[in-house]
């Protein structure tokens, strides 16, 4: 539980959602999905295993990215809980209020596909207990297969926002690639750092794939395509990549000698700043391994804090 309560930093006590996973045996979203809240990608070159202090002169201070203000869709049949969102969105005291964000609001999942069928969306704000038509009945597997269907067809940021306890409806959203899920009962104050994290995240991935996309990697037993959030084994089972699993693999394919360090996997892979706290390579790489059943060879160098991707090479078949 002390990695788990570290990654979340102040969000624990915002939402309390990871312990309540972990505690159920979940530990995995509760590491990764605070993980994929605050992520973005850039090139490393490391050519060797020297120590993280070896290799300080040549870091940089920090995400240098200037970030366009996104388009946002707040898709809720409560519109007053919709203000709430937007108000938060538009604080000029937090960065992405700063980014002075166009925001659209649908209260319906049938207005809201007009948006999704165009893909100009940068960012969505989903409530599940929802209806396909206005003032037609609520249900939340309408939400839900909205959410998928967001997952499915576009690139954009998703966090979930709805009433329904985060307990039960977080994880299998999650796990299918939903990037955030946020319980309105626990009040709106997290929807600004949230929002921010998510569009750091997808605007730095976004950008990334204009370099070494296409590219085809044998990992172990898998096969893993650059700009392709679904990785396959040899057996053709598939699963999906969060886009922060896929930026670090991404990274440690296409970067001289397959490795990275703490301090690149938080400043160029999860953007963060660099007096943030850190989130821990020893915490997140276990979670990924375990993900795709063990079966890609990526270890630690000794004590240098750096981790090596071994037995993977570029292909052009599989």
Known sequence: MEDVDRLLDGNRALHGFAS??????DRDHAVLSVVDADAGAADRVMASTKKPTDLADRRPSGPADVMR????????DDKADADRIGTALKNPLTKIGQLDCKIEWVNDVASARQYLEKDDIDLYFLDLDISEYWEKPTDKETGKAFVKAVINNTNAGIIVCSNLPIDGEAPPLIEYGADDYVEKSYGFMAIAPRAMSVWRRTHTERRSKQSHSGRRFR????????????????LGISKRLSITEHIFLRHL???EGHAIDSEVFNIEVLRREKGDKHVRLDVFVPRLRAKLNNMIDLVPQGRTGIYRLLDVEEVFSF
């Open 253 to 255: 394919c296409a970067v």
């Open 69 to 76: 203000a996104p388009r946002i869709l707040i898709v809720d």
């Open 219 to 234: 990992i172990g037993n898998w096969m893993f395509t650059i700009g392709d959030r679904q990785i396959t084994d040899r």
């Open 20 to 25: 309540r996973w972990a505690q159920a045996g």
